[in-house]
Every structure is written in C-alpha cells, then in structure tokens.
C-alpha cells in the first residue's frame, strides 16, 4: 500500500475451550483495533473447521501479515511461536467433542515450518515497554499448532509474515486457573 511500514493484518484468536468460560485469545481479537487491520475473527476450536476458516480468511483478504493468537494456560509470558510442526496429537477433544487421531496434520508435506513474524524484533519492542516475552520453540500439538503449521504450508514462498503467539491467561480467568500465571488483558 500507500502508507510505508503500515502492513495490512489479519488477526484471529480463538473460542474458550475446555470448559473454561474465557479466552485471552478471543479478548484481544475483539479488544484490538488498529487501521493495519484489515480483518479479524474469532476462530472455533475445531480441529475440522479451524484451519480451514483460517486459510479461506487469508484467501479472501489476502493479508501481508498474519498473526493468530491462542491460549497457553500456565505459561507466564507472551509467547511468539518459532516453530509449526506437522503433527497432532488429541490429548484433549475439541469443542465437538472430537478428539484428533494421533498424526500428520498434512500428508507428504515438511515436518515443520518456522514463523516468518520477526520474532526478534517484537520481543525486543515488548521488552522495551516491559511487557513479559519469549520465544517459544513449541505451540504444543493441538489447535495452537494445528492452524500455524497449516498457515505456513499454505503460506509457504507467497511472501506474507505469518506466525502465532500464545497469549498468558488474564486475570478474569484466575477463579477457573488458581496459582496459574496472569497477565492484565489491557498490557495484551
């Protein structure tokens, strides 16, 4: 566009999950409103719907970035994702009650891909503003992981900066989480 440095951005979160009745995830997504903006969705935490609403979102507005977000219970600081890898495993079922079969999320595709966010950069500019960060090698082996590596392989050489970062629980959430990590949604 126009305006240098202003990328366009499509931004997504995710729905509560496990019976929790909140997700930071989805809290900033609705919370957030910048003009680099061009789209943001909440996403259903649905192993069969999830990455494919994902991927028909970038196809309809094309984004020069994309950043989605996601729930990491217990981890004290943001999180910027390093690596999407291609496997998954089902240790809990998704908001259908659909537990994933153990294995490849695509077939005959690379075991792995990396952000293409600049990871550096945004941890340095959190710091700076002391905003609790680090770079994360593992999105674990659900939805987190599941809609990042399906992101990068359909992203792969087409020349968006796409990646995901989990997000601490919020404080709202510390009745459902006791003794977990949290971090005000307003700093998020």
Do not use: W
Not at 40 to 65: C, D, G, N
Not at 79 to 96: H, K, S
Not at 133 to 140: M, P, R
């Amino acid at each position: 566009g126009g305006n240098v440095g202003v990328k366009t951005v499509l931004l997504t979160g995710f729905e509560p999950f496990n019976n929790a009745t909140l997700n930071p995830s989805k809290e900033v997504v609705e919370k957030t409103n910048h003009r680099s903006i061009v789209a943001k969705e909440v996403l259903p935490v649905v192993f069969s719907k999830a990455a494919k609403r994902l991927i028909e979102l970038i196809e309809e507005v094309k984004p020069e970035v994309v950043i989605a977000l996601g729930q990491a219970e217990g981890r004290p600081q943001i999180n910027l994702e390093r690596v999407a890898i291609n496997y998954m495993q089902g240790q809990i079922a998704d908001n259908e009650g659909v537990f994933a079969l153990s294995g490849e999320i695509t077939k005959d595709a690379p075991a792995a891909y990396f952000s293409t966010l600049p990871l550096e950069l945004i941890s340095q500019s959190l710091t700076a503003v002391k905003i609790p960060v680090a770079i994360s090698l593992s999105a674990g082996s659900f939805l987190c992981n599941h809609i990042f590596y399906s992101m990068q392989h359909h992203l792969h050489g087409k020349g968006a900066h796409s990646g995901f970062i989990h997000l601490p629980l919020i404080s709202e959430q510390s009745n459902e989480f006791p003794n977990l990590a949290t971090i005000e949604l307003e700093m998020m």
